[in-house]
């Protein structure tokens, strides 16, 4: 009789091809809360652009650690990832009406709750065929569900509800997801090979920085090249370089060490804090630094009410500097759960970043753009001539 028991990962595994090519849909899911938090710029587009944020981001992670430990190559872990790729898919594009219905066709926040619910359920199902013969990993699974049942109940509340309201029933949703996973404890959970862990959230850092250099050319996409558009695009490409250099000179290659020393009895424990908590506030940063870039630049174009001339105004400003600082800090924390120390040089650019932000609505966009490419740039330049030394052969990779 033909086994039906899922192959699991070695632990030397790499990132499958099929791995890839699911996290498409979060290249889609990523480019369509920056559109929907670029539309309407201002408090609310932010809180809920971080809040979709966060429901893509407990799917992604939670694929990433099902993909650690069943092998992709499987015919039933090959299909689970298409049909949850599926699901997410109709997510992404469900994101613009995630919170207002259009009015036509499908209803947009009940969509958005369906395929939470299946992609949810696809992984919760997995997971309990996986540990089947693993008593810890059903004990971890029965301890994590009742999170998952409450996030999913909420967000189907949500969908059914308008205002502020609804905005506190997503904030629930994802609370219950996030709490859940730090009061169930790690005992159960597997962690298989540590170079795929690392090198999935190393993708998805990538990911959304690309996010970041699509932002910069569809913002001034239909324009006239000028020197002030390329200018503008090649300042904001190079504080989109600075972000990568940050992670993947040194601090990846340390990192992805630092978890394959660690004990495996407190293995999925650090890697749950350092990698699944912490990458989520980095990407954030990272795409609040692509909204504020996207509206730099937009000041250059030919069509824009606002030039590079005059300040910027709060939100992109409070997107781009926000961003930016609170990726490097995710990062020094990030660091620091490692074990890995701390780059001084990181927190004075965080203080520089603060002064240029109280100083932001008296300088020109243009003077802003110059000074935080500046910032980032002199944290390369120093991190690349002080920390020589602990730079791994593959690190810039």
């Known amino acids: ?91 992404a594009l469900s994101i613009p009406e995630a919170f207002h219905d259009a009015g036509d066709g499908l209803n947009g926040p009940l969509v958005v709750a369906c395929c939470y619910l299946i992609f949810r359920t696809l992984h919760l199902g997995m997971y309990w065929r996986l540990s089947a013969t693993d008593r810890l990993m059903r004990a971890q699974l029965t301890r994590f569900a009742p999170a ?14 308008r205002g502020p309201g609804q905005t506190w029933l997503w904030v629930g949703a994802l609370a219950a997801d996030f709490v859940g996973i730090a009061a169930g404890g790690a005992q159960g959970w597997r962690l298989r090979s540590t170079s795929h862990f690392a090198e999935r959230h190393g993708q998805i850092i ?27 695009c090649l300042l904001g490409l190079l ?51 692509a909204l504020g870039l996207k509206k730099v630049v937009q000041y250059a174009g030919t069509g824009e009410s606002h030039t590079l001339s005059e300040p910027l105004e709060a939100f992109p400003l409070l997107a781009l500097l926000g961003g930016i600082i609170l990726y490097l800090l995710t990062h020094t924390a990030f660091r620091a759960v490692m074990s890995l120390g701390i780059y001084r040089g990181r927190l004075l650019a965080v203080g520089a970043l603060a002064l240029l932000w109280i100083i932001g609505p008296h300088i020109s966009g243009y003077t802003m753009l110059i000074l935080v490419a500046a910032t980032m740039t002199t944290i390369v330049v120093e991190e690349s001539v002080t920390h020589t030394s602990e730079r791994a052969p593959s690190a810039v990779s």
């Not at 996030?151 to 189907?156: P, R």
């Not at 990911?207 to 001034?220: K, M, Q, R, Y």
């Not at 495996?264 to 804090?273: D, F, H, I, P």
Request: aromatic residues 8%; contains cysteine; hydrophobic residues 55%.
């Open 206 to 232: 990538i990911i959304a920085l690309g996010e970041s250099i699509l932002a910069i050319g569809i913002a001034v996409r239909g324009d006239a090249l000028t020197w002030s558009i390329a200018g503008a």
């Open 148 to 161: 998952v049942l409450t996030g999913t109940v909420l967000m189907f509340c949500a969908a059914t509800t």
């Open 239 to 289: 504080v989109a370089t600075s972000l990568w250099w940050i992670y993947f000179d040194v601090t990846a290659g340390q990192a992805e060490h630092r978890l394959r020393s660690e004990p495996a009895e407190t293995r999925a424990r650090l890697a749950g804090n350092a990698y699944s908590m912490l990458h989520l506030p980095m990407v954030l940063g990272i795409v609040l630094t």
């Open 1 to 91: 009789m033909k086994s039906t028991r899922v192959p699991l990962n070695a632990e030397d595994a790499g990132v499958a091809p099929l791995e890839l090519y699911f996290d498409l849909v979060f290249v889609f899911a990523i480019t369509q809360i920056t559109v929907v938090m670029a539309h309407d710029l201002g408090a609310e587009s932010l809180a809920r652009g971080t809040l979709l944020l966060g429901l893509i981001w407990s799917g992604w992670a939670g694929y990433a650690w099902l993909g650690n430990m069943a092998a992709a190559h499987a015919s039933a872990m090959r299909n689970l990832l298409l049909t949850a790729m599926a699901a997410i898919f109709v997510l």
